[in-house]
């Protein structure tokens, strides 16, 4: 009588885990950064394979501020919308950005 054995899915393009076990059940995981600068801002993305189903990729933002350790979970839609308004500034523009991203910060915050 022959077995049935579930085969594991193949890994997302983006994985960058050498996966040493053959069963169903894998964790795949990618680390983009540190990119440079005080913040050490790095990406990372995890997604699991359960019995042969592939759940939701995850991603999570994490940098330094003040030399604390900031992390947050990343939403798809403002992950790519970010991602084209920060890559459409100069460097000109990107420190003006970062400008006005403090100031609407601290008038959000009471204190302009």
Not at 18 to 30: K, L, M, S
Not at 35 to 48: M, T
Not at 61 to 86: C, F, K, N
Request: proline share 8%.
């Amino acid at each position: 009588m022959s077995e049935n054995v579930q085969l594991p899915l193949p890994c997302p393009p983006w994985c960058a885990v050498e996966h040493a076990d053959a069963g169903p059940d894998r964790t795949h995981t990618a680390i983009l950064g540190p990119f440079g600068g005080p913040g050490q801002v790095v990406i990372r993305y995890v997604q699991a394979d359960e019995d042969g189903t592939r759940c939701p990729a995850l991603g999570r933002l994490s940098y330094h501020v003040g030399g604390q350790q900031m992390v947050r979970d990343l939403d798809p839609t403002e992950a790519y919308d970010w991602g084209h308004v920060i890559a459409g500034l100069d460097i000109r523009s990107f420190t003006e950005f970062a400008e006005a991203l403090g100031t609407a910060a601290r008038v959000l915050d009471g204190g302009l």
